[in-house]
């Protein structure tokens, strides 16, 4: 949906969560506001719907939130309060409809209360079998036995493979016990078994290739599915090493029409102002804290090449973080953790992200936008180019200010993490869209408030 993998658990969550956090805003304005019913319904509306977009970037429906109780209750605190706070705030605009200060803060504690038991009692509830699709794998080698490195909670929440039916080409590797019989044809075992979907696994499919066994579970309604697809849709990240052209050229995403176009465009410049407004205050202390730190006559601005949009070259905006020598010898390095190099001010700027916000004069000229892969220097593009397979894909679309693979990898300064990223970076190239970007814009908050990845 909206070109993004939805988990039917999260969804329902979300659902669930919604429709308690409105009915505890209409209980919190009848006990201690005297709204008419019209105002009070509208009270309701926006202050449940900022506590839920709240509640997204806090990432309480991420697929990766893997936080403790306490961690969660601290997240849905957050959510609550400043969802509490901005709708205050809009409401505010509007003499009418203003909410008191009494109805607000009760509303914060109804609605603390009410989420975390909610949360609480639909923890396990998410994760029962009978939310997840029963999987079939056919092939019991390599590829397949790759499935079962999928351990994680979070990995298997939207699935249950029942069992592995082997193949003949391929090397026997999943174990024995998770072998499915032969004797009779896939689609009665699939029957018989109650399989939702099946996935092809096989290490060889040039030769034997069950194409009428699989064309049988079709049309009798058995969904069937690629091992790249299937890792896609439960990873939210492309493999690399079982990628095959066909798949990308003949598959569906990487859309880019008039449409997707100019949504992006529209999407960056009314993100890029608003957000110039909000952190101008931020800028200017940031501007004087460089020039406190290093001297009146100290570069405020670095612009570094970049590769950007079909491979062309621009001049990428940071607030400067290292010293101006960082790289007196001319030699690209890549950030490391506690580099000598960053400043004072540079490793709290960096920190917090704040020396990325002269990138947004970056997408209000065109050469950014808001979301999409991290743009990288000419000599790490050369070298990765080299050595990793379809690196150039993520030069399809506008760089970004944040994105995918910020979201979900740790800061990248290796050629093991630039691989790692990238496959990232091709789910984000393939499925983008106007809601996606969204999402990750929300999501970012929650990767800067909880300091992760920064370096």
């Known amino acids: 949906m909206f070109g993004h993998y939805w988990q039917l658990g999260l969804v329902l969550l979300w659902v669930l969560e919604s429709t308690v956090i409105f009915a505890s805003s209409l209980l919190a304005f009848r ?65 009418d409809h203003r909410p008191t200060w009494t109805e607000i803060f009760g509303f914060v504690g109804i609605g603390l209360f009410s989420l975390t038991i909610v949360r609480i009692v639909a923890h396990g509830l998410i994760d ?88 049988d579970c079709r049309l009798a309604g058995i969904e069937v599915i690629e091992l790249a697809s299937f890792f896609e849709r439960e990873t939210g990240k492309v493999y690399l090493d079982i990628l095959i052209p066909s798949w990308m050229i003949f598959g569906a995403g990487f859309r880019r029409d008039f449409v997707r176009r100019y949504s992006e465009r529209a999407f960056d410049l009314a993100a890029s102002f608003v957000l110039l407004v909000l952190v ?36 990428v905006l940071k607030f ?14 890549w950030a490391s953790a506690n580099d000598d190099r960053v400043t004072r001010v540079g490793r709290f700027i960096r920190k917090v992200r704040i020396d990325e916000l002269p990138q947004l004069f ?49 800061y990248g300064a290796s050629e093991e993490d630039a691989l790692q990223k990238l496959q990232y970076d091709l789910y984000y190239v393939k499925n983008h869209s106007l809601v996606i970007d969204v999402l990750i814009l929300l999501q970012t908050v929650e990767v800067i408030l909880f300091n992760k990845g920064a370096r």
């Open 362 to 410: 970056n997408v209000l000229t065109g050469r950014m936008s808001f979301v999409g892969p991290r743009p990288e220097r000419p000599e790490f593009v050369k070298q990765l180019n080299e050595t990793i397979p379809y690196y150039d894909v993520r030069h399809a679309v506008k760089p970004g200010i944040t994105g995918w693979a910020q979201l979900c990898y740790p």
């Open 31 to 95: 006990w201690f506001g005297v709204a008419e019913p019209g105002i009070l319904w509208l009270q309701s509306f926006v202050l449940a719907g900022c506590v839920m977009v709240a509640a997204i970037a806090m990432g309480l429906f991420s697929r990766r939130l893997r936080d403790r109780t306490v961690g969660v209750v601290l997240r849905i605190g957050v959510s609550v309060t400043g969802g509490a706070l901005l709708g205050a705030l809009l409401l505010y605009v509007s003499p």
């Open 128 to 215: 029962e079998d009978i939310l997840k699709r029963r999987v079939l794998v056919y092939g019991s080698g390599n590829n397949a036995a790759r499935i079962l490195d999928l351990r994680r909670r979070n990995d298997q929440r939207g699935f249950k493979v029942v069992g592995f039916v082997p193949s003949r080409n391929d090397e026997r590797v999943v174990p024995e016990d998770k072998l499915v019989s032969q004797d009779a044809p896939l689609v009665a075992t699939a029957a018989e078994l109650e399989i939702d979907e099946i996935v092809v696994a096989m290490d060889d499919r040039r030769q034997q290739f069950p194409l009428k066994d699989l064309l």
């Open 280 to 315: 101008l205050p931020i800028i200017v202390l940031t501007i004087l804290a460089i020039k406190i730190e290093e001297g009146v006559r100290a570069p405020v601005l670095y612009g570094q090449p970049r590769v950007g949009y079909a491979g062309r070259v621009f001049r």
């Open 320 to 333: 400067r973080s290292m010293r101006v020598d960082a790289e007196k010898d001319g030699r690209a390095r």
